[in-house]
């Protein structure tokens, strides 16, 4: 399905929706998506987190300056990920849920 089939389903709950067919959008691991998508929502690299499965997510988000949170799988050695830049590993997305929501929650206590 195309990035574009997925905005129409997805747009109220997403800033950016970048796909491979998004015009400045190249194909992962470039990191070209990612920072389109830091360009539309005005946000900086370190204010955000990329969630991916392969290590060409990482690739992406740490050529773009994100932090990145994996997801594993049986197919999926969380040593190289991290060797290859990997900030975070996560085994559900549960997990996932927790590392975003613990970051959002120590952003919100650090504020004066």
Same mark, same amino acid.
């Given at each position: 399905?195309?990035?574009?089939?997925?905005?129409?389903?997805?747009?109220?709950?997403?800033?950016?929706?970048?796909?491979?067919?998004?015009?400045?959008?190249?194909?992962?691991?470039?990191?070209?998506? %990612?920072?389109?998508?830091?360009?539309?929502?005005?946000?900086?690299?370190?204010?955000? %987190?990329?969630?991916?499965?392969?290590?060409?997510?990482?690739?992406?988000?740490?050529?773009?300056?994100?932090?990145?949170?994996?997801?594993?799988?049986?197919?999926?050695?969380?040593?190289?990920?991290?060797?290859?830049?990997?900030?975070?590993?996560?085994?559900?997305?549960?997990?996932?849920?927790? =590392?975003?929501?613990?970051?959002?929650? =120590?952003?919100?206590?650090?504020?004066?």
């Amino acid at each position: 399905m195309c990035s574009s089939d997925l905005a129409l389903r997805w747009t109220d709950r997403f800033g950016a929706i970048i796909g491979r067919d998004t015009p400045g959008g190249a194909s992962k691991p470039a990191p070209d998506g %990612a920072l389109l998508a830091l360009s539309i929502l005005g946000a900086a690299p370190e204010r955000v %987190a990329f969630v991916g499965d392969t290590e060409y997510d990482v690739y992406c988000a740490r050529d773009a300056g994100i932090r990145t949170i994996v997801t594993l799988d049986e197919n999926r050695d969380g040593a190289f990920l991290l060797a290859e830049g990997a900030t975070h590993l996560a085994h559900t997305l549960e997990e996932v849920g927790d =590392l975003l929501l613990s970051a959002t929650r =120590l952003r919100a206590e650090a504020r004066p």
